[in-house]
T-cell receptor
Framework: DAGVIQSPRHEVTEMGQEVTLRCKPI?????LFWYRQTMMRGLELLIY????????DSGMPEDRFSAKMPNASFSTLKIQPSEPRDSAVYFC?????????????FGPGTRLLVL | AQSVAQPEDQVNVAEGNPLTVKCTYS??????LFWYVQYPNRGLQFLLK??????LVKGSYGFEAEFNKSQTSFHLKKPSALVSDSALYFC?????????FGQGTELSVKP
């Protein structure tokens, strides 16, 4: 298996632009997670899905952030409009829930820089 | 609130010496505990987990962790550190369908 795939790996954009991050989870996994990592705040869970349905979006910072999972093999995290404070590494992870003993597998991350 | 804490931002060890990266947890009920490692410019990689059973859990790359219920700790250990073990280490606890991560500990192993 190729593991969790994220694109792009790097994104540089200007403030006010729309940014879309993409994730392909491991085939067969039924949970998908979006995280943000910064020096100041560490690793934060933004949102997670179970069987394509958003379960907990309490970590989404504000309305500028939105996430979708139209099918089991694809998810997007969108920021519109982007701001310099959104600069971070965004990780996608997936897991297969087995009575709560799941292990999350992380993608390589998207490094976002908003100028 | 259910959480994990990693009291050390950085741990420095000489190659060949034993290493310990500390983690304490605060959860109600029986905890599901995890250790992940992050190498530079990479995503997190699973190392090991404790669900139930033997308090000493063995994981990848020669790492192990000891679950101590009385001290509410889950410290990561390795008998002999390698320079290649230098990375950022995260402890995590499962809460519902998600993991709550500690702030991370930077491990530096010097030759």
């Amino acid at each position: 298996d190729a593991g969790v795939i994220q694109s792009p790996r790097h994104e540089v954009t200007e403030m006010g632009q729309e940014v879309t991050l993409r994730c392909k989870p491991i085939s067969g996994h039924d949970y998908l997670f979006w995280y943000r990592q910064t020096m100041m705040r560490g690793l934060e869970l933004l949102i997670y899905f179970n069987n394509n349905v958003p379960i907990d979006d309490s970590g989404m910072p504000e309305d500028r952030f939105s996430a979708k999972m139209p099918n089991a093999s694809f998810s997007t995290l969108k920021i519109q409009p982007s701001e310099p404070r959104d600069s971070a590494v965004y990780f996608c992870a997936s897991s297969l829930r087995l009575a709560g003993r799941e292990t999350q597998y992380f993608g390589p991350g998207t490094r976002l820089l908003v100028l | 609130a259910q959480s994990v804490a990693q009291p050390e931002d950085q741990v420095n060890v000489a190659e060949g010496n034993p290493l310990t990266v500390k983690c304490t947890y605060s959860v109600s009920g029986n905890p599901y505990l995890f250790w992940y490692v992050q190498y530079p410019n990479r995503g997190l990689q699973f190392l090991l987990k404790y669900i139930t059973g033997d308090n000493l859990v063995k994981g990848s790359y020669g790492f192990e962790a000891e679950f101590n219920k009385s001290q509410t700790s889950f410290h990561l250990k390795k008998p002999s550190a390698l320079v290649s073990d230098s990375a950022l280490y995260f402890c995590a606890v499962r809460l519902g369908g998600k993991l709550i991560f500690g702030q991370g500990t930077e491990l530096s192993v010097k030759p």
